[in-house]
């Protein structure tokens, strides 16, 4: 689907006729074509005056653009576009700012997936927070689910031992970063991880106390953590099935664990003391 009609006024044409090219070289596969419409495409910005109507223009341009990136080899021509777009100094208004931190998040979430340093079960959880975060509408995430994400995300870096993933999301991806930095942020400053499980465990059991649904929610914190990481291993194994034992195993622990049991987190304190604290 082309965005401009054949027609428009004279003056939106040269991002009509670019656009449509830039669409045509994307379905041929024609990288190095498109890399020059799209260089085009950022001169011919450069020079417009920019008004209301260009800019809610613009933002749909940025969406059509950003769905391309289907497309492996247009992920970094698109990331170059979004730069060049959020270094103008005239795109200052909020609904373009915020478009444009989208198409980062978008862009990012593209590298991201091809970034084999990081693993594939941690991708696809913050691939599903980050577009809730950026798309509550559209991600297919209500805010019960998000909680529950987020604190899979926790436990994923800290029980498994991979803090230093957070760190390195921080750096390499901030705008997928940013999706998570309210939970992470300070756990990475002051190591307080078991304060934050233990709150998005509070949030989860009361919003399904809250919840109009026909399903049964926890309704205690301990019956939180075992419903969690019965989701949380039942999902590890789903993308690493030869950790199906170790998955089993540990889920074990969190579901017969007694106060004055070792917390099955490995911190070496009793679960009283641990992610059995009373908050």
């Avoid at 005056?49 to 940025?62: G, R």
């Avoid at 931190?101 to 927070?129: G, H, P, Q, V, W």
Wanted: glycine share 4%; with cysteine; aromatic share 12%.
């Amino acid at each position: 689907m082309r965005f401009w009609k054949q027609g428009s006024n004279k003056e939106n044409m040269p991002w009509e006729e670019l656009l449509n090219s830039i669409q045509t070289n994307v379905d041929d596969d024609d990288a190095k074509e498109c890399s020059k419409n799209m260089d085009s495409l950022s001169l011919c910005l450069n020079d417009l005056y920019m008004d209301e109507d260009k800019e809610e223009k613009l933002v749909y341009l940025i969406r059509i653009l950003s769905n391309c990136q289907k497309k492996e080899w247009f992920v970094p021509i698109f990331g170059k576009f979004i730069t060049f777009l959020d270094q103008d100094y005239y795109l200052k208004t909020d609904d373009i700012k915020k478009e444009i931190d989208c198409a980062f998040a978008s862009n990012e979430s593209y590298l991201f997936d091809l970034d084999e340093e990081f693993e594939t079960f941690f991708k696809n959880m913050i691939s599903r927070i980050a577009a809730f975060f950026y798309d509550k509408e559209g991600s297919g995430l209500d805010e019960t689910s998000a909680i529950v994400t987020k604190w899979m995300i926790l436990h994923y870096a800290f029980d498994e031992g991979n803090k230093d993933v957070l760190t390195k999301l921080k750096n390499t991806y901030p705008h997928l970063y940013k999706s998570v930095a309210d939970i992470v942020g300070r756990v990475l400053v002051k190591e307080i991880s078991v304060y934050e499980e233990n709150r998005l465990v509070d949030e989860f059991v009361q919003a399904g106390k809250e919840a109009d649904s026909s399903v049964k929610y926890p309704e205690t914190r301990k019956e939180a953590y075992d419903f969690l990481s019965s989701i949380y291993y039942t999902d590890l194994v789903k993308t690493h099935p030869l950790k199906k034992e170790e998955a089993y195993e540990r889920a074990k622990l969190w579901e017969n664990v007694k106060m004055n049991d070792l917390c099955p987190c490995g911190s070496g304190k009793k679960y009283k003391k641990c992610h059995g604290i009373k908050g």
